[in-house]
């Protein structure tokens, strides 16, 4: 596995949605990382007070392949340097530290990120991308920028895409999907009803469906055929989370559009070629208009 880290990500943040027995596991891992990636599972369970089987439940709640897998990532958390931790600003702090925060916080999320998705999701979410016959993007709020940026990208690229922000005209659309399609649902927190329920329709249309959510189990993921995940950023009293959470959704569109760009580079590099003559061509046309000075 050539990228294997985010163990400790992912273990402090499904904590709280685990069983009992799977939760006392991630808490004894999480205070002894160390000590854990050289148990076995038998013995992991015995430190831990609960059994084997227990330890392989949570690697599968942990969307891992198995017990070696998320040793190998707590291995890799291991070699890093610590994280800083997520800070919010305080009142009438000078304009200096508040950029040193948020670019901070926002490389920290970009790290995460790019450890959640270092996985055999990301592999089907670019198969399923490069052959769709249409793409439908879909977010509320702050997702829908990122949806917008998502349809931007690809439509530069030939790709049949949308990324309406009116529900009714996103579901009109997604009706009319089949096999060969793409719906992708955007939410940070992953407990947005209508991206749910959006999926759950292109689902029963027989579309490929991708969620893009926080780390978790949550409603919009489990509508998913394809689970992609951001980091779980924190929400401070400013919610600067929600500022980062965006900054991680967009990153994980510019790899999707980047990997699927590069499996087909020479056809692609003609369409944005043939793109930026069309903006220019445009912008040119404008300029040399004769202003209208009336009658």
Do not use: W
């Amino acid at each position: 596995m050539p990228f294997a880290t985010g163990g400790l990500v992912m273990l402090s943040e499904m904590l709280p949605q685990l069983p009992p027995s799977e939760r006392k596991i991630a808490t004894y891992i999480l205070e002894n990382p160390r000590e854990s990636i050289s148990l076995t599972a038998s013995e992991l369970g015995k430190r831990s007070s609960t059994s084997s089987a227990a330890v392989i439940r949570l690697c599968k709640s942990l969307n891992l392949k198995g017990l070696q897998e998320l040793k190998l990532r707590v291995a890799g958390d291991l070699q890093k340097e610590q994280p800083h931790e997520t800070r919010d600003i305080e009142p009438n702090e000078s304009r200096y530290s508040i950029i040193d925060k948020m670019t901070s916080n926002s490389i920290q999320t970009l790290k995460e990120t790019a450890e959640l998705l270092g996985t055999d999701e990301l592999l089907k979410a670019i198969d399923a991308l490069e052959k769709a016959k249409t793409i439908h993007f879909f977010g509320v709020g702050a997702s829908h920028i990122t949806a917008e940026d998502a349809m931007q990208k690809f439509l530069r690229i030939n790709r049949h895409t949308t990324a309406f922000s009116d529900l009714h005209m996103a579901a009109t659309a997604v009706a009319n999907t089949g096999k060969g399609d793409v719906v992708m649902g955007i939410s940070f927190s992953g407990s947005t009803m209508e991206v749910a329920n959006l999926l759950g329709l292109a689902q029963k249309q027989g579309a490929t469906t991708i969620s893009l959510t926080k780390y978790g189990s949550n409603i919009v993921s489990e509508q998913a055929d394809i689970r992609l995940y951001t980091s779980a950023t924190k929400e401070p009293t400013f919610r600067s989370g929600a500022t980062s959470s965006r900054i991680a959704q967009l990153h994980a569109i510019d790899i999707l559009f980047m990997c699927v760009a590069s499996k087909q580079y020479d056809e692609i590099v003609t369409y944005t070629d043939e793109t930026r003559e069309a903006i220019n061509f445009i912008k040119q046309n404008r300029s040399s208009r004769p202003k209208n000075k009336g009658n």
